[in-house]
C-alpha cells in the first residue's frame, strides 16, 4: 500500500528479514559495475592482437563505458523514483548480462565497443537505482550507514581485484573478463527479484529534461575524455563543450519551469545533500587523478613495468578495503562530519608529499599513497550516507544520480586537465602541478565539509 505521493505506507514497511538479500543485490550491483570499469584496462593488448583495430579503438572500449555510464546517470536516477528502483535495477542487470555475453563472444572490434556502450547504459540504470533500493531498505540512519559501508566494498573489492583478476583470466583468453560477469550477474537478479520492493514516485516524464540533461553529460563527458588526448583547444573538443555548456542552461531553465521536473530545484536545499555532491566531486578528482599521475610516472620515469607500478599502489588499495567496514563505526564515535574531513585532510596532505618528494623511494611513494588512499574510506561510505539520510526515499534515485554525475564528472577532469599538464610541463613540474591542484581541491572540500550538520541537529528533509 502507497500513499497518494507514491511513498510506501507504515503497513508497507520492508520486512527486516529481507534487507540482507537487498544489501547483496546492491553490493554485487556495484561490484560488476566497478570491475568492468578497471578489469579491461589490462586485456586490452590481447583484445587487439586477436580483434586488430588501432590505439583510437582501445581507447573506446575503455571509453564508451565510461561515456554511456556518465551520459545517462542522471535520467537513470530520475528514471528509478518514476518505475520504482527495484525493477530498474532488474532490467539494468539483465541488461548488463547480455552485453557482457556480447562483448565475450564479439568477433569484430566495431561489435566489441557498440556492447561496451551497452555495458556503459546498464550500468547507469544500475548505479542509482542500487543506492535508492537501499535507501528503501534501511529507514534508520545507523543501519543504513553501515549498510552503505558493505555496499561500498563492492566497489573497493573490484578496484583492488580487478587488474589482477583481468590479468589471470587473460593468460587463458581475454573474453573472460566479459564472461565472468554472467554468473555474478544471475546470482545478482536472484537476490534483486527476492529484494525489498521500493515505492513509485508516479508523475509525467520530463522530456525535455531527460534529452538536454544527456546532451550536456554526453557532450561533456566526450570533450574531457577527448582533452585528454587531443588538448582542449582541438575543434571536436571545443564543439563537444559548447553542446554540454548550451544543453546544460537549456537543462536549468527547463527544471525551473517545468511542473514536474527531472530534477525538482528544491532536491538540494538541504545543506547536507549539496555539500555532500561538491565531496564526491572533489573526492574524485584526487582519488581518479592521484593513480592517474603516479601510473605515468612510475612507468616512464621510473622505468617500472605494468606489474611493479601494480604493487606500489596495492598498499593503497589494501588500506581502503580493510578500512571500510570498520568506517560506520568510526564515523559513530567521532562524527561523519569529522571523519570526512580526516580523510580529505589526509589526502591533502598525501598529495602535497607525493608533490613536492618526486624522487622518493618506492616504499615511501607507497605509504604517501596509502596516505592519500585514506579518503576512500573516510570519505565515501560516510558521504553517500549523509546524502541519503538528507532526501526523501521517494527522491533517493534521482539523489543518488546527481551524486554519481558528480562523482564522474570529477574523474573525467581530473584525467583531462592532469593529462594535458603532464604532457605540456617537463618532469617533475606537470606531476607536481597535477598533484598540487588536487590537493587544493582536496583542502578547499575539507573546509565545505565543516558546514555539514550532524545527524542529530539536521532539518528534515524536504518533502
Known sequence: MTTPSGEPTAAASPAPAREPGTLVACTLAFFVITLDAVIVNVALPSIRAELGGGIGDLQWIVDGYTLMFAALLLSCGSLADRIGAKRLL???????ILASIACGIAPSMPVLI??????????????????????????????RTRAVAIWAMGGAI????????????????????????????????????????????KAPVDWAGQITGILAMAGLTFGVIDAGESGFAAPQVLVALAIAVLAALAFLVIQRRARHPMVPPDLFRSRNAGISVL????????????????????????????????????????????????TPRIGERIGQKTLIVAGLLAMAAGLVLLALLPAAPLWLIAVLMTLAGLAGPFVSPPTTAILLDSVPARRGGIASGVFNTSRQVGGALAVAVFGMLLSSAAFPAGQEASLLAAAAVALLTAAAAMLLRPRHRQAPAIA
Open 90 to 96: 532488474l532490467v539494468g542487470m539483465a541488461l548488463f
Open 114 to 143: 557498440a556492447a561496451r556502450f551497452v555495458q556503459g547504459a546498464a550500468a547507469a540504470a544500475m548505479m542509482p537505482s542500487s543506492m535508492a533500493l537501499l535507501n528503501h531498505a534501511y529507514s534508520d540512519p545507523v543501519r
Open 158 to 201: 573490484a578496484s583492488t581485484s580487478g587488474p589482477v583478476l583481468g590479468g589471470l583470466l587473460t593468460i587463458a583468453s581475454w573474453r573472460l573478463i566479459f564472461f565472468v560477469n554472467v554468473p555474478v550477474g544471475m546470482i545478482g537478479l536472484f537476490l534483486i527479484a527476492h529484494s525489498i520492493p521500493a515505492a513509485r514516485h
Open 279 to 326: 565531496i564526491g566531486f572533489a573526492f574524485m578528482v584526487g582519488y581518479y587523478g592521484l593513480p592517474f599521475v603516479m601510473s605515468l610516472t612510475l612507468q616512464q620515469h621510473r622505468d617500472l613495468t605494468a606489474l611493479g607500478t601494480g604493487l606500489v599502489f596495492l598498499p593503497m588499495m589494501l588500506a581502503g578495503l580493510v578500512l571500510t567496514p570498520f
